[in-house]
């Protein structure tokens, strides 16, 4: 059971970072305390902002003998409420945000250590230096920090290609809850030598210790790029089309990101600088991107090719393909604005599913139906990383709805289609974890073992439950 820190505890935790290290109430604290969507808001008497691994040993050290309670923080962008301490205000915040030091890349064996607060985009810069690619990539990356990346195991939109986060570590630096410091920092592609401990924390959304380091892999820079933007009379015409792109392009296929016109409407209503790449509207349309390491080029008239077949046989409404990298990246601005452009137009309730691919028409048939009933004049935008079968399957309110009046709702029709998704196979969170928005809706899917198993886990490594406690489980 967790304590209420005391005067004398907050002092010696000020003392560890020092002046610039600690953060009381007030107005720099509100960053940490609210998040990107605004459904949770925290409090904390101490926001301590360790600058090196030694440090947030020594704070984790006080905090147990203590029996304080902690939450990690990275970059403030997770989106279900699992960085956010609770409101009591009793918990203490660990911020990684000073802790952002790229190391040495060690191009011999394509790997790049970095600390645990290092930000995506500079990783991404840092390994681009040495012309390697590391791939995992989000819109959140200018924000986002690799404790953070890895804790949730984050998607993103390369994943078809490259996998997940979990997919993009060889070795990791922990700081346990009584403080310990595990150091697992190895770059080795193999290491049979018992349980995969780093897996363990990859996931594990803060609950099981601190992120300090992460040993990344990276990959070959790829030399060409080509995007399309792909209109499409349904999701099993995507479906269709991505199986075939599988075939056609293999690992050159690195995004495949479905959007609906309704979410394009939105963004383009949102973003009046943004143009809809095609000259009429179509129900649904693609992202496709192909990369590869080969002459610059080399993959435009294939994907033209690919595309103008579609098109003669009917598969396709109509495609264009982007001409100059700043197009390839203007079709990128429709499919990451999707989210933000949802907020003018009312309250949202998000899903994060996944599906198999086969699936995911089906699905989209039925859950638009169950959601349709339940709330009349409900809009669904759903969209996201079809190539993995993951869907953000989000419902904007209906116009005119008062908008508390329907995120109230959210636990109502968030159980209509979890339950879809299950029965059909899927998960009910795809990318983004559980946190604190799914740790009970969590417990109507996972199995009693599976449950039993994560709690033997937690118990073994955070006996006393000081470690983020109330998000996942
Ligand atoms: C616009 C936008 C787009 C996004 N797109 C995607 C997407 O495509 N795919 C996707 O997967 N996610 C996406 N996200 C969600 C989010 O960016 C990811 O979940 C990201 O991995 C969170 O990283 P962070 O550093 O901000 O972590 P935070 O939000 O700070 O924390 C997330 C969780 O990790 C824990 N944590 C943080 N740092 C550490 C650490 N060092 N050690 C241990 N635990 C830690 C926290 O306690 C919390 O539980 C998006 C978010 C936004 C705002």
Redesign the pocket.
């Known amino acids: 059971m967790s304590r209420k820190p005391t005067e004398d505890l907050l002092s010696a935790l000020e003392q560890i970072v020092g002046p610039n290290g600690a953060l009381r109430p007030g107005p720099d604290q509100e960053p940490y305390l609210t998040e990107?969507r605004d459904k949770y808001r925290g409090a904390t008497p101490l926001i301590v902002r360790p600058a090196t691994t030694q440090e947030v040993s020594r704070v984790l050290k006080l905090t147990y003998a203590a029996n304080v309670a902690v939450?990690?923080?990275?970059?403030?962008?997770?989106?279900v409420g699992?960085?956010i301490p609770d409101p009591a205000g009793h918990e203490i915040l660990i911020s990684?945000d000073r802790m952002t030091r790229i190391g040495a890349i060690d191009v011999a064996n394509n790997t790049l250590t970095v600390e645990?607060?290092a930000v995506l985009a500079d990783i991404q810069k840092a390994a681009a230096e040495h012309d390697r690619l590391f791939p995992l990539s989000?819109?959140?990356e200018g924000?986002?920090?690799i404790?953070?990346?890895l804790?949730?195991n984050?998607?993103?939109?390369n994943v078809l290609r490259y996998g997940n986060a979990r997919e993009q570590v060889l070795g990791l630096e922990v700081v346990l809850p009584d403080g310990t410091v595990w150091d697992g920092l190895r770059g080795l592609r193999k290491d049979n030598t018992g349980y995969d401990l780093k897996d363990l924390f990859i996931g594990a959304?803060?609950t099981l210790?601190?992120?300090?380091g992460a040993v990344l892999k990276l990959q070959s820079m790829p030399r060409d790029y080509v995007a399309a933007f792909v209109g499409l009379r349904s999701p099993s015409a995507a479906i269709d089309l991505l199986a075939r792109a599988r075939s056609s392009f293999d690992q050159a296929l690195s995004c495949f990101e479905l959007i609906p016109r309704r979410g394009l409407d939105f963004v383009l209503q949102s973003f009046t600088d943004l143009k809809d790449p095609l000259d009429a509207p179509h129900p649904w349309y693609v992202l496709v991107e192909l990369s590869s390491t080969e002459s610059p080029g080399t993959l435009a008239p294939r994907l033209e090719e690919f595309l103008g077949a579609g098109v003669e046989e009917g598969r396709v409404e109509n495609a264009v393909v982007a001409q100059s990298d700043g197009q390839r990246q203007s079709f990128w601005q429709l499919r990451e604005r999707l989210?933000?452009a949802q907020k003018p137009f009312g309250g949202s309730i998000k899903h994060d599913i996944s599906l198999p691919a086969s699936q995911i028409s089906d699905f989209l048939n039925r859950a638009n139906q169950m959601v349709e009933q339940a709330c009349p004049g409900i809009r669904p935008v759903p969209f996201g990383h079809l190539g993995d079968g993951n869907l953000h399957y989000n419902l904007t309110q209906p116009e005119g709805m008062d908008k508390q009046a329907f995120l109230d709702q959210w636990p109502q029709i968030s159980r209509i289609v979890h339950d879809l998704v299950h029965e059909m196979g899927g998960s009910i969170s795809a990318?983004?974890?559980l946190?604190q928005l799914k740790r009970d809706e969590i417990k109507h899917y996972k199995s009693d073992i599976e449950i039993d198993l994560m709690r033997r886990i937690k118990y073994a490594v955070d006996p006393k439950g000081l470690m983020?406690p109330g998000?996942v489980l």
């Open positions: 990107w939450v990690p923080q990275g970059g403030n962008t997770g989106l699992g960085q990684l645990g607060g989000l819109a959140s924000s986002a920090r404790g953070g990346l804790s949730t984050a998607g993103g939109t959304e803060g210790g601190i992120i300090t989210s933000e990318e983004h974890g946190g983020n998000k």
